[in-house]
């Protein structure tokens, strides 16, 4: 194995320990969120977490992991909060694009995306339509930064249970993009729906930033 191969090896090690960590903290804090154990339980584990807190902090960036290309040669952003594999705060959201070139993804909310008691906070809806919106904009070839994002919430979206989110591209005319998205259930039934417009950075190519 070459220096180069052994380097590549040891990030893609880094990388599953990191998104591992990222999803035993997800279950924490849905532990947290729920649980319901005598009072010196609650105490204890805190100075537990406490002291991992320290460890973790002993050496540290000062900001996310940001986008980068995988070995396959596919972006990604660890540190996303909609799509990070290693942010606790994402789903992490998993964005398929179909051949028709609009995008999809399969999701369930946590207990910790609650706003309305029993069902997801609103915003958080907005926040995974937001991403999903924008993501839909570069498959159709004008990525850009969110303009306007427009919400509808038709009824109220649950946690725990399957949910499919799609969003397309609707028109573009020169830097802005506008596009449609939706999260529903199974059988198609719209929970929330947004259009969005996009607008690709003067500095930016076609494909992203130069």
């Given amino acids: 194995m070459t220096p180069d191969l052994a380097s590549a090896g040891n990030a893609e090690a880094r990388q599953a320990a990191l998104a591992t960590l990222g999803g035993q903290t997800r279950e924490l804090i849905d532990a947290v969120v729920l649980t319901d154990v005598p009072e010196d339980e609650i105490t204890a584990v805190t100075a537990e977490l406490a002291a991992l807190t320290g460890r973790l902090r002993t050496l540290q960036r000062t900001a996310p992991q940001s986008f980068e290309a995988g070995p396959d ?13 290693a942010n606790p705060h994402a789903l992490p959201l998993i964005v398929e694009s179909t051949p028709e070139r609009t995008v999809r993804a399969e999701l369930a909310f946590r207990p910790s995306h609650e706003g309305p008691p029993g069902w997801v906070h609103g915003g958080v809806s907005a926040m995974i339509l937001d991403h999903l919106l924008g993501h839909a904009a570069a498959v159709a070839g004008s990525p850009g930064m969110t303009g306007t994002l427009s919400v509808r919430y038709r009824r109220p979206v649950p946690y725990g249970e399957p949910l499919l989110a799609t969003a397309e591209h609707t028109r573009s005319e020169g830097r802005k993009t506008w596009v449609e998205g939706r999260i529903a259930l199974p059988d198609g039934t719209v929970l929330v729906e947004a259009t969005g417009l996009f607008i690709t950075p003067s500095g930016w190519g076609r494909s992203g930033p130069e």
């Fill in 73 to 85: 040669g596919v972006p990604r952003h660890p540190g996303n909060a909609v799509i990070g594999s």
